[in-house]
C-alpha cells in the first residue's frame, strides 16, 4: 500500500495543521417526531488539516503526482499522524481537487484533509 509523501525535512506537516475525531452516530426518527441516536461501529475515526505552505517546486510535483495515482478520494494509502508518529493503515484524502497555491519561487502551497476509514 502507498504511504503519504513525506517533505524533504522528513515532516508529514507543517504548522498550522490540526486533528480531530469524529464519531458516527446514528439518528431514528420516529412518526411521532421524536429521534433515538446512537454511536456506530467502533471508535473515533481521526481526520487530519494538512496545510502546506512552503513546498519546494519537488516536494509539489511529489504531492500531485502522489494525489493523481490515489485518484483523490478513491484511493487508499497509510498516514503517519504528525503529532504521535502512529501510522494508520487505512486512509483516504476527503475531496477529489488538490489546489497548489503557486506563491512565488520555491514557495507553493497545499490544504489536504485525510480522514481516516472503518473497514
Not at 37 to 45: K, N, T, V, Y
Request: proline share 3%; charged share 30%.
Amino acid at each position: 500500500m502507498d504511504e503519504f509523501p513525506r517533505l524533504k525535512t522528513g515532516a508529514i506537516a507543517q504548522h498550522p495543521a490540526s486533528r480531530s475525531q469524529e464519531h458516527r452516530t446514528c439518528v431514528l426518527r420516529f412518526v411521532d417526531g421524536s429521534e433515538q441516536r446512537f454511536r456506530e461501529g467502533g471508535g473515533a475515526l481521526r481526520r487530519w488539516v494538512i496545510r502546506l505552505e512552503l513546498l519546494d517546486e519537488e516536494e509539489a510535483a511529489r504531492l500531485e503526482a502522489f494525489f493523481h495515482a490515489q485518484r483523490g478520494r478513491l484511493g487508499r494509502f497509510a498516514f503517519t499522524d504528525p503529532w504521535t508518529g502512529v501510522k494508520y493503515p487505512d486512509c483516504s484524502f476527503e475531496g477529489d481537487t488538490l489546489a497548489l497555491r503557486y506563491q512565488g519561487f520555491m514557495r507553493t502551497g497545499a490544504t489536504l484533509v485525510v480522514r481516516e476509514n472503518r473497514g
